[in-house]
């Protein structure tokens, strides 16, 4: 970990920032997104966004296994603690364990920032519990690391979820989970080769590899903001994970096809079915989100691209649909996101268990809306970023045995993409879990229409 990411020397004000942000993630229940959005957590980190954001993902990253620890120094359960004091908490407790700062630059920033956030009563009780953690922490944490779920910082009914679906270890995926996630970028094959940009880009200074399985996909060795890659600037590129990518190769377009993006936000994937090297007849994008469905057109303008956009439930056919039948439909469903955690480390502390039936119900609905607007021998490629069985294999088993029509060609499709990573379990569909060949977590079922 760098000086800047640890917290060191940025001060109290980007302590304060963090805790703040913390906060209304534990408490109010925002995404990590979100709260680093606010107006108030940029003012206070305004001297180092990137110390706030660093020290904010890595506390949440790691959160659960402090909690653990830290829990019988508390008079009151961690849950009735206030949010911000449960913010100093944490990020004081990543900082001693995680951190480069000395350990009393650690405690009294934390302390300084309790006043900067209007907690400077909490100050002493703060200090109390860092310090005393201190002292204890070899003995705090052997205890919290005998249960797998604190060791690795997971929410016990997730790890009781992934060791349910996939029975072999799981100890890599949850390691995976708390990785800092890679930079892989997509080329926007209109424009520039995979190959071509990856030159590019070494020429420039950055180290770059080619991804073995999806052929616009590159990765660079040292994330940067991409805001100030003249080449993402320029549309050359997007960012996206190579696991997502497969979605286009899978869909298996042709020329003169219909295609339809449904729940196309944030238009990664719009993007790059556009980008295909087929002329389509028409690519229609439905988003029900309006302010997410701005930033498709955004993506889109940046890559020089049109899609026919409508702000529209896609489920709700008959408020968006013209009647005429699709020859491919990408189904990129809301999930649990338990497959990109790495990447919204907030995932573990926002979802809960009962979410997920919540889910899977509307990723049917979807799937039986979207389903009948497919054309005779035409192709429904169903994309989920969970892991669970529940969202993904168990529901596609579940509308294969119904009277659909529907017949599963994932492993036709599979076999014809050299160097996939293995399949961790039986199908239907194909699941990547996370860290595989350094990708996220993906799901796809291919399902063609008879």
């Known amino acids: 970990m760098n000086d800047t990411a640890s917290g060191k020397d940025v001060g109290a004000p980007v302590r304060a920032a963090a805790a703040l942000a913390i906060s209304m993630v534990l408490g109010p229940g925002r995404t990590l997104d979100a709260a680093?959005?606010?107006?108030?957590?940029?003012?206070?980190?305004?001297?180092?966004?990137?110390a706030t954001q660093a020290l904010v993902y890595g506390s949440l990253r790691?959160?659960?296994?402090?909690?653990?620890?830290?829990?019988?120094l508390l008079a009151r359960p961690w849950e009735q603690q206030a949010p911000e004091l449960r913010g100093l908490l944490l990020l004081g407790l990543y900082q001693l364990e995680y951190g480069d700062v000395p350990p009393h630059a650690a405690v009294s920033t934390v302390v300084g920032a309790a006043r900067l956030i209007g907690q400077a009563k909490a100050a002493g009780f703060v200090n109390a519990v860092l310090r005393r953690y201190q002292r204890e922490r070899v003995e705090l944490l052997a205890r919290a690391d005998a249960v797998l779920a604190n060791a690795k910082a997971h929410p016990q009914w997730l790890v009781n979820a992934f060791q349910r679906d996939w029975r072999r270890g799981i100890e890599p995926m949850l390691e995976a989970n708390n990785e800092q996630p890679p930079l892989w970028l997509r080329a926007n094959r209109r424009r520039i080769s995979a190959a071509d940009l990856a030159d590019r880009l070494t020429r420039a200074g950055h180290e770059v590899s080619l991804c073995e399985f999806a052929p616009d996909a590159l990765r660079l060795a040292l994330p940067v903001d991409v805001r100030h890659l003249p080449e993402f600037v320029d549309g050359l590129c997007s960012v996206q994970d190579a696991a997502a990518q497969l979605a286009v190769p899978f869909l298996g377009m042709s020329a003169g096809h219909r295609v339809l993006d449904a729940c196309a936000a944030p238009g990664g994937k719009t993007g790059h079915l556009l980008e295909a090297d087929v002329e389509l007849s028409g690519l229609v994008a439905v988003e029900f989100?309006?302010?997410?469905a701005s930033r498709i057109n955004s993506n889109l303008v940046r890559l020089g691209l049109k899609a026919d956009l409508r702000v529209a439930d896609a489920s709700r056919t008959k408020d968006w649909w013209d009647g005429v039948p699709f020859d491919r439909i990408l189904l990129d469903v809301p999930c649990s996101g338990t497959g990109v955690i790495r990447r919204h480390p907030d995932i573990k502390w926002l979802r809960r268990p009962n979410d997920i039936a919540t889910l899977a119900a509307k990723q049917r609905a979807l799937l039986a809306a979207l389903w009948p607007l497919l054309a005779p021998g035409g192709r429904l490629v169903y994309v989920s970023c969970s892991v669970l069985r529940a969202e993904n294999a168990d529901l596609i088993a579940g509308f294969l045995a119904g009277d659909h029509g529907a017949v599963d060609v994932t492993a036709q499709v599979t076999a014809q993409t050299a160097s996939l990573p293995e399949a961790p379990g039986p199908g239907p569909g194909y699941a990547l879990l996370p860290g595989a060949k350094d990708t996220d977590g993906f799901f796809y079922a291919c399902l063609e229409r008879s």
């Open 289 to 292: 989100d309006s302010s997410r």
């Open 62 to 72: 790691f959160g659960l296994r402090l909690v653990a620890a830290v829990q019988t």
């Open 36 to 50: 680093l959005a606010d107006s108030r957590v940029q003012q206070l980190g305004a001297s180092s966004p990137a």
